[in-house]
């Protein structure tokens, strides 16, 4: 079993900051990938960020310069870091992991941007 449990999400003013952290516990392999998705109301879920175990990274291009994921394997734990956020950011953002053939989320974490 894999369990994925984010934190860090929150209401923050448009050009703020937040971080997010997602810590995955269970039979977690070597060779991995984890990532950041996102949907907002009434859309569809979108991939935001992910990051290879070999720490090779790739983006939406919505969020290209303002977000950074990185990882620390020691801790199996990926972190967004999300800087001049904007209202078009609020959404839930959802932890991933990808591992052999296996796809795993997190329970979701709310971020809303506004003032």
């Known amino acids: 079993q894999v369990q994925l449990v984010e934190s860090g999400g929150g209401l923050v003013q448009p050009g703020g900051s937040l971080r997010l952290s997602c810590a995955a516990s269970g039979s977690i392999f070597s060779i991995n990938t984890l990532g950041w998705y996102r949907q907002a109301p009434g859309k569809q879920r979108e991939l935001v960020a992910r990051?290879?175990?070999?720490?090779?990274?790739s983006s939406a291009n919505s969020v290209k310069g303002r977000f950074s994921i990185f990882r620390d394997n020691a801790k199996n734990t990926v972190y967004l870091q999300m800087n001049s956020l904007k209202p078009e950011d609020t959404a839930v953002y959802y932890c991933?992991?990808?591992?052999?053939?296996?796809?795993?989320w997190g329970q979701g974490t709310q971020v809303t941007v506004s003032s």
């Open positions: 990051i290879t175990s070999g720490g090779r990274t």
């Open positions: 991933s992991l990808e591992q052999d053939t296996y796809f795993y």
